[in-house]
């Protein structure tokens, strides 16, 4: 089964300054894909980013981009020009490319404040 | 543009009662996911829909959790005899497609208190 790891449960950042968000997951696939997900307090799950696992380049998304190890199973959220909006709950997630079920496995989150 | 759609926002019941959730996925949308959000477990997948195939329950916690999707439409979650730790936000997500890279669009959940 594959796990996903958030080790950080809340971090701060300066607004206008950059914050990395780190997470690890634990899989024996090599096909499957990678979410970043921001949750505020309204609680709608809103999607940041998305990489597919056999694209080696890193995905960008404007102020947001990720780095990418696949040997090493990490998967971090970079945020460049933090914004008071960007503080919110962010979950990594794991889905799966392979067999019948394309459900999302979660990390635990991780909560973001941003400084004014 | 429309959404996936939850209702009720909030719901307050007894314990011991039966609930049923609601959700409206984007139309269009053949994939629909259930996951519930609780405190100590985070975020857990229950049940998993796509087109007319039998439903993946395989998350579902016990016998007291169902979930019917009618006309690959609209689908309910229903818990019978609610304990207190049923008490969560319960997000429901569809998709266009199964499998793939295509992400899943979430409501904005229901929380459930269970007194």
């Known amino acids: 089964a594959q796990t996903v790891t958030q080790s950080q449960p809340e971090m701060s950042v300066q607004e206008a300054e950059t914050v990395t968000l780190s997470c690890t997951y634990d899989t024996s696939e090599s096909d499957y894909y990678l979410f970043w997900y921001k949750q505020p307090p309204s609680r709608q799950m809103i999607l940041v980013i998305r990489q597919e696992a056999y694209k080696q380049q890193n995905a960008t998304e404007n102020r947001f981009s990720v780095n990418f190890q696949k040997a090493a199973k990490s998967f971090s959220l970079k945020i460049s020009d933090s914004q008071l909006g960007d503080a919110a709950m962010y979950f990594c997630a794991y889905r799966s490319a392979t067999g019948a079920n394309s459900k999302l496995t979660f990390g635990k989150g991780i909560t973001l404040s941003v400084r004014p | 543009g429309a959404g996936v759609s939850q209702s009720p926002s909030n719901k307050v019941t007894e314990k011991g009662k039966d609930v049923e959730l609601r959700c409206d996925p984007i139309s269009g949308h053949t994939a629909l996911y259930w996951y519930r959000q609780s405190l100590g477990q985070g975020l857990e997948f229950l049940i998993y829909?796509?087109?007319?195939?039998?439903?993946?329950k395989s998350g579902l916690p016990s016998d007291r959790f169902s979930a019917e999707r009618t006309g690959g439409s609209v689908s309910t979650l229903t818990i019978q005899r609610t304990q207190q730790e049923d008490s969560a936000v319960y997000l429901c997500a569809s998709s266009s497609l199964r499998g793939g890279g295509q992400p899943q669009h979430f409501g904005d959940g229901t929380r459930l208190s269970i007194l």
């Open positions: 829909f796509q087109g007319n195939s039998a439903p993946d």
